[in-house]
């Protein structure tokens, strides 16, 4: 899909199984990738990278899981320059 400013995002197709239809990435118009590198087994977003040029910049999550559940919530997410 593309924006009106240029930036395009995609998508995972119905065929992932652990992230059907979540974000991929994200190319803006001046060439900066935003992607989501890892996922866990369970499909939760581990890390999301942003590259421009040679900088690289990372987002690394964590989560855990509500007492009396199965539901993760992100517990930090942890910025690397």
Partial sequence: MTDSAGGVTTFYGNYDSLSPLQFQSLTDAN???TEVVSRDTDG?????????????ESWLYHY?????????????VKFSP
């Fill in 31 to 33: 060439g900066t990738l």
């Fill in 64 to 76: 855990t899981t509500m007492t009396g559940s199965d539901q993760e919530l992100i517990d930090n």
């Fill in 44 to 56: 939760q977003v581990t890390e999301v990278q942003r590259t421009s040029g040679s900088i690289v």
